[in-house]
């Protein structure tokens, strides 16, 4: 089974045990690291795609649908684990510069709800590159400010950089739902049944990895890029939670809730009414 994940402490962690062949009768996989704005695009060549299983943003699910089923555990959903506006001093941004990691992203989808109710004048210019490169961008003057993900909630005070606004806490404050991130999807063309057995793969990878997170561990740090083992910790405790185990109830709604508000925002198509199951 061909699965692209990212090499970030919570894919590595959820997917530790199956990718070493740990899940009783689940298939082998072939597994590549890509981050996820090389997911996201993979995901859009539908059925050229060369994977088979998918981690990819929540944002791009409304383009990539009819030849990718949502699978309901594996992803990245949380509370207080949004991505943050970083500036290096406090200001509005209307008008101004701001890096985001990519415009198919559930940040920025995040990020442009944020905004058109926090910055009503309209910001000025987006620009894209790669998430290692916001921070250093902001704090350098070379834009106004930078849409962060990830272990950048931990790490930002170390470029000297200030917080603006948390996307994540305007979500919850205006929805009262959990954040939606990252999406496991994987190929309709396998069949409702290999599908419902991914997942069942996916969830015992899971409790297998809370059973055992020492198990883990080699496998996280050997690819989280240097990652100080303190912060992939936080890491896999902010992003790997119930939600990972099972999207639930309140996982739909949020995955909904955003996908409906951010195309009566004209951002997404918007999805059709059994889009999100198989």
């Known amino acids: 089974m061909k699965i692209a994940y990212s090499p970030c ?112 004048e309209g910001i000025g210019k987006v620009v894209v590159m790669p998430f290692h490169e916001i921070m250093p961008a902001v704090r350098d003057g070379r834009v106004d400010a930078g849409l962060v993900i990830h272990e950048a909630r931990f790490t930002y005070q170390q470029y000297g950089l200030h917080k603006l606004a948390d996307m994540g806490e305007h979500w919850e404050d205006t929805t009262g739902l959990p954040i939606p991130l990252g999406a496991i999807i994987a190929k309709r063309s396998l069949g409702a049944e290999k599908l419902n057995a991914l997942a069942d793969a996916i969830q015992t990878s899971v409790r297998m990895a809370w059973d055992d997170p020492a198990a883990s561990r080699d496998y996280v740090l050997a690819h989280s890029q240097e990652m100080d083992p303190a912060v992939a910790d936080q890491h896999i405790g902010l992003y790997v939670n119930e939600f990972t185990a099972d999207l639930g109830e309140d996982g739909y709604a949020a995955v909904r809730g955003l996908l409906t508000r951010a195309a009566a925002e004209g951002l997404v198509p918007p999805l059709g009414p059994d889009a999100l199951t198989f």
């Open 9 to 120: 402490p919570n894919d590595t962690f959820v997917f530790h045990a199956w990718a070493h062949d740990l899940v009783p009768g689940a298939p082998a996989l072939d597994v590549t690291f890509a981050d996820i704005d090389v997911t996201n695009t993979l995901a859009e060549q539908g059925a050229e795609c060369a994977y088979d299983v998918l981690k990819v943003s929540y944002a791009v699910l409304p383009w990539v649908l009819d030849e990718f089923a949502l699978l309901p555990c594996g992803g990245a959903l949380g509370r207080g684990c949004g991505p943050l506006v970083l500036t290096r001093e406090p200001m509005s941004l209307a008008g101004k510069t701001v890096a985001v990691p990519s415009e198919r992203s559930t940040a920025y989808l995040l990020f442009r709800l944020w905004a058109a109710a926090e910055v009503p």
